[in-house]
């Protein structure tokens, strides 16, 4: 917690200042190690411009990327079929492909 509090350029203080809390508070969960109250993980997260599962050691979720355009509305149709009609549509995308790849 420290260092993101020092990475957002705010003493104790002023970090105890934005979240509502006394910065004896913010001084003991960086020192202890223990988690802030339930109520006081948003604010600070928000304080800190960083997200909760940050603020609570979580690995940072790693954005998927979509396709765009008219490929992302049909994949995004194709996710609403079953399973089998699904891979059905992506055998032959998979091929179409690894014929380009072959090509190019």
Do not use: C
């Not at 948003?42 to 008219?70: D, I, Q, Y």
């Amino acid at each position: 917690m420290k260092s993101l509090r020092e990475s957002a350029g705010l003493s104790q203080r002023e970090l105890a200042e934005r979240i509502g809390e006394i910065h004896s508070n913010v001084h003991y969960w960086e020192n202890s190690g223990n988690l802030p109250r339930s109520d006081v993980l948003l604010p600070m997260a928000k304080a800190l411009g960083v997200t909760v599962e940050v603020l609570l050691g979580e690995p940072t979720p790693r954005r998927l990327v979509k396709p765009g355009g008219k490929a992302g509305v049909v994949f995004e149709a194709v996710s609403k079929l079953p399973r089998r009609q699904q891979q059905k549509i992506l055998d032959v995308v998979e091929a179409l492909v690894a014929q380009h790849s072959k090509t190019a």
